[in-house]
C-alpha cells in the first residue's frame, strides 16, 4: 500500500465517494445522529421483528426518526421516500436500502415515493442520452417492484416523464435555495452545466409531494445511504419556510465493492454485482473478489485470515448470512484459519447465483404489472 493510498482523504457526496469512509466522523461531520438502542426498540415493537440492516447497524445514523415514530405512535401521517439516479443497471448495493423500504413500508403502512432521477443522470454523465436514462428507468422500476413493493402504495416518478407531478412545488423550492448555498453543498464549479444548478430543487421535491396530494402535513422519512445526505441538509433548511415538515432521514453504510475497498459502484463493474448479471458471471466475479486471506493455504492454515478486510465476509455480513449464528461461526473459522478463501468465494457465489436466479425472475414478472408503479 503506498503512502498516497493510506492519506487518500475521505470524500462523501452524492456524486463521489472515495477514501476509507469512517461511518463515526460522518456523524460528526453531517451532524447526524447515531441509531440508538431505544430507537431498535420502538422499530422492532412496529415491525415485529428486526431487519438484518438495523441488527447489524447498516443503517446506523439518522436525524429526526425519533420525532418520526412519535408522529406514527401519535396516529398521525407518516411517508416514505427514496430514490435511484438511472443511469444503468442496478447493483446489489442499490438494493440494500430498497429491501429496507419495504420493511417500513411493511412496517408502517405507509406511501413510498420513489424518484428516478432520469434527468440528473442525463446531466452528469457526458456519456448518456436521455434515451439511455429514461430506458434505465424503466429497467431499474423492474428492480424496485422486485424487492417487493407494494403497488398500491408505492409511486414511482420519472422526472422525465411525470415533471408535471413536481414542477410547481420544485419552483417553490428553488426560489428559497441560493447558487452559492449549492455550489458550497455539492461542490459545483463554472464549469458544471446549468441544469444540474436547479437539479437539487427537484430532488428534494417529493420530500413534500404526499403532503401536497393529501393536502395535510405528512412526516417523511428518508431511507438511503449517506451519501445522499447533502440534498436532505438542504431540504430541511427551507421545509418550514414552504409550511412542511422537515424531512427525516435514516443513513445506511455502503455496500463494499468487490475490490479492494471502497463502495460497490456502477463505474467499476467487474467489482460490481448487478441484479442483471448471468448468475455464472457473478459467480466468476466473487471467485476473484478481494478477500482477507493470506498468500498461501499453508499460511492460511497457520495464521488464519482477517474477515474484517474481506469482501466476502462483507457480502455475507450485508446480504448472504442472515443467521447471527452462522455469521459468527464463519468469523471463527476464518481467523482460525481452518477454512481457505477459496471455500469461502464458493459458498458465496452459490448463494448469490442462488439469489440472482430468483430475483431475476421476479424482475420479469414485473413487466406486467410496472404500470401500476407510476405516478397517477
Ligand atoms: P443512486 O442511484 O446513486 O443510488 C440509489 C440508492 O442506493 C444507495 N447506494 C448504496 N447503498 C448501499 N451501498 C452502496 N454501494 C450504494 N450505492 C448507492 C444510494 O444511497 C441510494 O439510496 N440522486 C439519487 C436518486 C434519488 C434518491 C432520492 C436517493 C432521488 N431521490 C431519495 C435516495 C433518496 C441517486 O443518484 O441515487
Known amino acids: 500500500m503506498s503512502g498516497r493510498d493510506l492519506k487518500e482523504e475521505m470524500v462523501v457526496t452524492p456524486w463521489r465517494v472515495s477514501g476509507e469512509v469512517d461511518y463515526g466522523k460522518l456523524i460528526e461531520q453531517f451532524g447526524t445522529q447515531p441509531i440508538t438502542e431505544e430507537l431498535l426498540k420502538r422499530l422492532k415493537k412496529h415491525a415485529g421483528y428486526l431487519h438484518i440492516q ?3 447497524q447498516i443503517f446506523f445514523s439518522h436525524r429526526d426518526l425519533d420525532w418520526w415514530l412519535d408522529m406514527y405512535e401519535a396516529e398521525k401521517p407518516v411517508g416514505l421516500y427514496t430514490g435511484r439516479g438511472p443511469s444503468g443497471p442496478v447493483h446489489l448495493g442499490h438494493l440494500l436500502p430498497w429491501f429496507f423500504t419495504k420493511y417500513l413500508q411493511d412496517a408502517f403502512n405507509a406511501h413510498l415515493y420513489f424518484q428516478m432521477t432520469d434527468d440528473e443522470k442525463f446531466l452528469i454523465h457526458d456519456n448518456l ?3 439511455d436514462t429514461t430506458g434505465y428507468m424503466y429497467e431499474n422500476t423492474l428492480d424496485l417492484i422486485a424487492c417487493g413493493l407494494d403497488a398500491e402504495k408505492t409511486h414511482v416518478i420519472s422526472d422525465v416523464n411525470h415533471i408535471s407531478h413536481l414542477y410547481r412545488l420544485s419552483l417553490q423550492v428553488g426560489k428559497l435555495v441560493t447558487y452559492s448555498t449549492i455550489k458550497a453543498i455539492f461542490g459545483l464549479s463554472d464549469s458544471d452545466n446549468i441544469g444540474i444548478i436547479f437539479f437539487p430543487a427537484i430532488q428534494a421535491t417529493p420530500c413534500f409531494i404526499q ?3 393529501e393536502k395535510r402535513n405528512v412526516a417523511v422519512l428518508i431511507p438511503a445511504a449517506i451519501d445522499q ?3 436532505w441538509r438542504m431540504t430541511r433548511d427551507i421545509a418550514e419556510k414552504l ?6 432521514q435514516m443513513h445506511a453504510k455502503f455496500l463494499p465493492g468487490l475490490g479492494r475497498r471502497g463502495k460497490m459502484s456502477a463505474s ?3 467489482t460490481a454485482i448487478f441484479t442483471v448479471d448471468p448468475p455464472e458471471v457473478a459467480a466468476k466475479k466473487i471467485m476473484t473478489a478481494y478477500t482477507g486471506g493470506r498468500p498461501t493455504v499453508r499460511e492460511q492454515k497457520e ?5 474484517s478486510i474481506c469482501t466476502v465476509y462483507a457480502y455475507c455480513y450485508y446480504l448472504f448470512e442472515e443467521d447471527d449464528k452462522k455469521l459468527t461461526e464463519l468469523e471463527r473459522e476464518c481467523r482460525a484459519g481452518t477454512i481457505i478463501c477459496g471455500d469461502c468465494k464458493a459458498r458465496l457465489a452459490e448463494k448469490v447465483k442462488r439469489f440472482l436466479i430468483e430475483f431475476q425472475e421476479k424482475r420479469e414478472k414485473a413487466r406486467d404489472i410496472v404500470d401500476q408503479f407510476f405516478i397517477k
Not at 409550511?243 to 427525516?248: L, V
Not at 495464521?303 to 474477515?307: A, E, S, Y
Request: hydrophobic fraction near 25%.
Open 54 to 56: 438495523l441488527k447489524r
Open 129 to 131: 442520452t436521455l434515451e
Open 211 to 213: 403532503s401536497v396530494r
Open 229 to 231: 445526505d447533502p440534498y
Open 243 to 248: 409550511g412542511f415538515y422537515k424531512p427525516a
Open 268 to 270: 467499476m463493474p467487474e
Open 303 to 307: 495464521h488464519g485470515g482477517d474477515p
